[in-house]
């Protein structure tokens, strides 16, 4: 699937194992769970666990201070020769910690240059960050994009933290979507790549996620990846105040079908924690544990 691409982009995502179908069977990604903060609130989220653009719910992640990270990562490169990105996907929003995520990515471009460095975001301050993305050579970018239309995103973001304040409803829902679009153009204008995220939540933004996926590739997003809403409400996962159900794997595929039109679409994603560490579906987070990496010392 990856054979019509151009050798610059090939390079970049033969061994990235959420861009390449193919690179996930051989590959490992690693995520370090340094940001715990976040700046908006969305209803799929259960901020007692890892931030659901990515992650799985259920378990939460052991944070660390970036030191710590770049200590577990070389620690995990040591012993696991196929890992070869590295990214940062929460607990909260890497970019709402933007101190703590952007000192790690820049000990990692020194101490380990060779990793692919990998960002998730939910687009609200990306813009502003664009710079320091491409000055530590973040080469992969992934924006959570539940919508396009402000109404709809209303139902999906109670609130967002926006220039020292808390909006909500349609204003902030407008404000999002136009800082994610923006962020979007100004990756891809730099040539670097961006994956979209969604969250497919039954009724609310199902039928919506085909005309996402036609305006974010207008714009240059590489590959779209539309996770089902994961509702678990044993882990207290609620869609705002009522229960609402999980699609079924027929209706993600499907949905995912529709989306693809000659877009390349993700359906490998295993909606990893934010200190996931081997192959895809595969987490040996708990060998590095920083007890443990104290024990290897
Ligand atoms: Fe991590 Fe995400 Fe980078 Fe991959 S995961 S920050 S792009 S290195 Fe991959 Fe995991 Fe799915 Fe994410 S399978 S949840 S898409
Ligand atoms: Fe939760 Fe992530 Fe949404 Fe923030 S961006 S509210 S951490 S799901």
Redesign the pocket.
């Known amino acids: 699937a990856m054979a019509h691409l151009p050798d610059s982009i090939r390079q970049k995502v033969q061994d990235h ?2 861009y390449s179908e193919d690179a996930h069977h051989y590959f490992a ?1 690693m ?1 370090v769970a340094v940001a715990p903060a976040c700046n908006i609130q969305c209803n799929y989220c259960n901020r007692k666990y890892d931030c659901a653009n ?2 799985r719910p259920g378990v939460v992640s052991e944070l660390l201070h970036p030191d710590q990270a770049v200590t577990k990562v070389l620690a995990v490169a040591a012993t696991i020769p196929q890992m070869t ?1 590295l ?1 940062i ?1 929460g607990p909260g929003d890497p970019l709402a910690n933007p101190a703590r995520t952007f000192e790690t990515f820049r000990q990692l471009s020194d101490k380990a240059p060779d990793i692919k460095l ?3 975001t939910n687009g609200l301050t990306l813009p502003e960050h664009v710079d320091e993305i491409a000055k530590h050579n973040i080469d ?1 970018v ?1 924006i959570t994009i539940n919508c396009v239309d402000p109404e709809i995103g209303a139902q999906i973001y109670p609130w967002i933290y926006w220039q020292n304040r808390r909006l909500r409803g349609v204003e902030a829902a407008r404000i999002l979507i136009e800082q994610q679009q923006k962020g979007l153009e100004m990756l891809t204008s730099r040539g670097i790549l961006v ?1 979209v ?1 969604s969250v497919m939540i039954p009724g609310v933004n199902d039928e919506h996620l085909k005309e996402v996926s036609k305006v974010v590739k207008a714009k240059g997003a590489f590959l779209h ?1 539309v996770m089902p809403l994961i509702a678990e409400a044993e882990h207290g996962t609620y869609y705002g105040l009522m229960e609402q159900p999980s699609p079924t794997p027929e209706q993600l595929q499907a949905l995912q079908d529709e989306c693809g039109g000659d877009m390349a679409m ?1 359906r490998h ?4 924690r934010a200190d ?1 560490v081997g192959l ?1 579906g595969e987490d040996r987070g708990a060998e590095f544990t920083l007890d443990k990496l104290a024990d290897m010392d």
């Open positions: 194992p959420c990604r995520h990515e992650s990105v990214g996907a990998c960002l998730s992969h992934t994956k995220n990846n993700m994603c295993r909606q990893c996931a895809l």
